[in-house]
C-alpha cells in the first residue's frame, strides 16, 4: 500500500511538472529575436531620385469630387434655406436642370437595370428631403462647355 501511494505521489508530480512546463512554454513568445544587422557603407554616391510629379486630374476627377461634395452638402444641410443655396451652386455645374441622371440599381453581365430616370433639380430636392446621399457617381458626361450633361449613379 505503502508503494502504491509512493508511485501515486511520484506518478501526480510528474503529471504536475508536464502541465507547468506547457503552460510556460505557452505563454512564452513564438517570435524569434532578431539581432540588428549591419549594412555595408556603400561606396558609390547616389543622387537622391526627384519625387514624382502627381498627375494632373482630369476635369472629370474634379467635377465628381465637387458633386460629392455638393451632394454631401445638400443633405448634411442644417436647414432648407442652407439646402437651398446648395442645390443652387449644384445647379451651377450641370449644362441645365433637366440634365438626366440615371441611378443603377442591378448590373448583370454587362447589362444595367436603371431605376426611373430623373433629372438633377429632382434628385437634388430627393437629397434634401431625406438628409441621406446613399450614392455615389460612377459615370459622368461632360459637354463642351465642361459642365455635366449626364450623370450615372450607383448605391453605396
Not at 510556460?24 to 517570435?31: D, E, V
Amino acid at each position: 500500500m505503502k508503494q502504491k501511494l509512493i508511485s501515486l505521489t511520484v506518478n501526480r508530480s510528474l503529471l504536475i511538472a508536464v502541465f507547468a512546463m506547457l503552460a510556460m512554454g505557452a505563454c512564452k513568445s513564438k517570435k524569434k529575436v532578431v539581432e540588428p544587422t549591419t549594412v555595408p557603407a556603400q561606396t558609390e554616391q547616389v543622387s537622391p531620385t526627384p519625387a514624382p510629379t502627381p498627375a494632373a486630374r482630369s476635369a472629370e476627377e474634379m467635377a465628381v469630387e465637387n458633386l460629392e461634395n455638393a451632394f454631401n452638402s445638400v443633405a448634411g444641410a442644417s436647414n432648407v434655406t442652407v439646402a437651398n443655396q446648395s442645390i443652387q451652386q449644384a445647379l451651377g455645374m450641370f449644362s441645365n436642370q433637366e440634365t438626366p441622371i440615371l441611378i443603377v440599381i442591378h448590373e448583370e453581365n454587362g447589362i444595367k437595370d436603371y431605376d426611373e430616370p430623373t433629372t438633377i433639380k429632382n434628385y437634388l430636392e430627393y437629397l434634401k428631403d431625406t438628409k441621406k446621399n446613399l450614392n455615389y457617381i460612377s459615370d459622368i458626361r461632360m459637354d463642351a462647355n465642361g459642365k455635366v450633361s449626364e450623370l450615372e449613379l450607383r448605391r453605396k
